[in-house]
T-cell receptor
Framework: AQSVTQLDSHVSVSEGTPVLLRCNYSSSYSPSLFWYVQHPNKGLQLLLKYTSAATLVKGINGFEAEFKKSETSFHLTKPSAHMSDAAEYFC?????????????FGTGTRLTIIP | SAVISQKPSRDICQRGTSLTIQCQVDSQVTMMFWYRQQPGQSLTLIATANQGSEATYESGFVIDKFPISRPNLTFSTLTVSNMSPEDSSIYLCSQKGGGENRDRSSYEQYFGPGTRLTVT
């Protein structure tokens, strides 16, 4: 069975400083991993995805994530936070079974940017 | 990417009534999905809606409470039946990204804007 754990429910950083949102996963197979962002009163937007190609994945808005199989981690980073990054971030896992398209969501990390 | 719309965007309903949420996607897809996001919580999959067959429900969700229709490859509805305040949530539909010929392991899902339901 697949599962994902977001280690921090809330992260606060100052504008211009680095962002680190942590995610660990559990999967019986080599999973696909995703990060989604949800701005207040908005829908979910795909930030980036890992699908067994390069382990360092670049996404939109300057975000990137590194897949580390030995640590079962997929942490999300950004070198310099911007006020517009304030949102809820979800780490998501999917096992690559044909016909099973189920996404399992983490509990989310709320990112606050301090001016 | 994908363009997904949902109607209504929000509603306030009385307990005991039912609400049907519509989801329209801009490309033909075999699978559509319905999720629930309870206040302050993450997303939970309700069911997978396949065109031409019965929806597949996740544990804890039943067809009598959440009947789903999938009349064609671009449209689906979710009904929340006999509502109670515990049904107050955001309901989101999604579709699988990419095309049928893409590597299936790379499939992401694209989400609609959600329907914010409040039951009083």
């Amino acid at each position: 069975a697949q599962s994902v754990t977001q280690l921090d429910s809330h992260v606060s950083v100052s504008e211009g400083t680095p962002v680190l949102l942590r995610c660990n996963y559990s999967s019986s197979y080599s999973p696909s991993l995703f990060w989604y962002v949800q701005h207040p009163n908005k829908g979910l937007q795909l930030l980036l995805k890992y699908t067994s190609a390069a382990t360092l994945v670049k996404g939109i808005n300057g975000f990137e994530a590194e897949f580390k199989k030995s640590e079962t981690s997929f942490h999300l980073t950004k070198p310099s936070a911007h006020m517009s990054d304030a949102a809820e971030y979800f780490c998501v896992v999917r096992e690559p079974n044909f016909g099973n398209e189920k996404l399992t969501f983490g509990t989310g990390t709320r990112l606050t940017i301090i001016p | 990417s994908a363009v997904i719309s949902q109607k209504p965007s929000r509603d306030i309903c009385q307990r005991g009534t039912s609400l049907t949420i519509q989801c329209q996607v801009d490309s033909q897809v075999t699978m559509m999905f319905w999720y629930r996001q309870q206040p302050g919580q993450s997303l939970t999959l309700i069911a997978t809606a396949n065109q031409g067959s019965e929806a597949t429900y996740e544990s804890g969700f039943v067809i009598d409470k959440f009947p789903i229709s999938r009349p064609n490859l671009t449209f689906s509805t979710l009904t929340v039946s006999n509502m109670s305040p515990e049904d107050s949530s955001i309901y989101l539909c999604s579709q699988k990204g990419g095309g049928e010929n893409r590597d299936r392991s790379s499939y992401e899902q694209y989400f609609g804007p959600g329907t914010r339901l409040t039951v009083t």
